[in-house]
């Protein structure tokens, strides 16, 4: 443990990683008291369903303009601006909370804007890690980075239950808002230390327009068969792995398996610790070789696992392999995300990143609409069994190219 925390002894990502801890707690309590409030006030699943719509497409449609601004703007300045505003936006919405006027459209309206803004923020805070922290230091970076984030997810709706009991949502809220109005004050004090900020300012480097920019993004993914291979196939993934985790899992639990919810609830929980296991596990690497072969073979396990909870093994071989699952997801993750950060240059990694968000997720939708389409016709069962198959043939074959194979 000792050696996947040893980036928090450089200050500035010290900083950075306080802050969106904090922040990530927050919006575990946002995402609680949101979907309480509108349990209440609607009870309407479709009313949910399309709030998540309303914050996923604009982040899909504006992210390539994100990945843009954060290459050609202080990125550090991208995150403080990104968290102020939202945090004014949720103060507007826990006021109108406690004010009893808060109506569906004022949600669709916020998540629209938080969809909008994470366009931004997300590509600015994947590129300003490797700005802020020496090569030596990105896997722990990264690890801790994955782990708070999971460690959010696993405290996160308990403690968010208690408050919304305790004070109602407005108090949730505004406690959300609160959260982004630390995080930002986290990055004032690193403001200086962004290399974006000073090419920026760099006169003798000509302005180029935006869409040279996005070539050239571009161009670098199409000119390493290596992200583009995986880009593509996590693409394809996105239908073959989330659309069973995430749409037929709560019915593999109750019909399949005939359990209630507080097993669906155990298992959630143990895949969420999988991730941390597994980040723990990698991040005490002080560095990654091998990572073609390191990263496919993760992706085969937890096709592997997937297959092996539509078996129809019972509720005790579903629990260990979603375990196993949540480790080789995180594996992959954390090695994805170092090859990123070291193998593409500095001044297009916002870019790069952005068409690997919009590449990776596009299909996502798909993949939800398929999972319970097929669930519907077959059994929860059967859409595992056949995910898990179709992904590991998908990752033989991604490991059958030779850039894969040899990336190190």
Request: charged letters at 10%; aromatic letters at 10%; proline letters at 4%.
């Amino acid at each position: 443990m000792g050696t996947m925390l040893r980036s928090l002894k450089h200050r500035p990502f010290a900083l950075l990683w306080s802050g969106q801890t904090v922040s990530r707690l927050g919006d575990s309590l946002y995402r609680i008291a949101l979907a309480w409030w509108v349990v209440q006030k609607t009870g309407s699943p479709a009313v949910m369903g399309a709030i998540l719509i309303f914050s996923f497409t604009p982040m899909l449609i504006f992210v390539l303009i994100g990945g843009l601004a954060a290459d050609r703007l202080p990125r550090i300045r991208l995150m403080l601006a990104s968290d102020v505003l939202r945090g004014a936006l949720v103060i507007v919405v826990a006021l109108l909370a406690a004010l009893n006027v808060l109506e569906v459209w004022h949600l669709f309206a916020a998540s629209f804007v938080f969809g909008f803004v994470d366009a931004f923020f997300q590509p600015a805070y994947a590129a300003i890690i490797p700005e802020l922290t020496p090569k030596d230091l990105l896997t722990s970076a990264n690890s801790l980075t994955s782990v708070s984030g999971q460690v959010a997810n696993i405290a996160g709706p308990g403690l968010g239950a208690a408050i919304v009991a305790l004070g109602g949502t407005p108090l949730a809220f505004g406690l959300d808002a609160l959260t982004f109005f630390i995080a930002a004050a986290c990055v004032v004090p690193i403001l200086g230390l962004s290399y974006s900020q000073a090419r920026q300012n760099d006169p003798a480097k000509p302005r180029a327009s935006l869409w040279h920019d996005l070539r050239e993004g571009l161009q670098t993914v199409f000119g390493s068969a290596w992200l583009w291979i995986t880009i593509l196939l996590a693409a394809l993934i996105n239908i073959t792995i989330s659309g069973p985790m995430s749409v037929a899992l709560p019915f593999l639990v109750k019909t399949d398996l005939q359990m209630d919810v507080s097993v669906y609830g155990l298992v959630a929980s143990v895949q969420a610790i999988g991730l941390v296991v597994g980040t723990i596990l990698v991040g005490r690497q002080k560095r990654i070789h091998h990572r073609g072969w390191y990263g496919y073979s993760a992706l085969m396990i937890s096709g592997l696992m997937v297959a092996m909870m539509g078996m129809r093994l019972g509720i005790w071989a579903v629990i260990p392999a979603i375990f196993v699952f949540g480790i080789a997801i995180a594996a992959f993750n954390l090695i994805w995300t170092n090859a990123e950060q070291e193998l593409v240059p500095m001044d297009k990694l916002g870019r790069v990143f952005s068409i690997d968000q919009l590449g990776s997720f596009v299909l996502l939708p798909i993949g939800y609409g398929v999972a319970g389409w097929l669930t519907d016709r077959l059994s929860a069962s059967t859409v595992f069994l056949l995910g898990g198959i179709i992904t590991m043939i998908l990752i033989g074959i991604g490991l059958a190219q030779p850039d894969i194979r040899h990336l190190d």
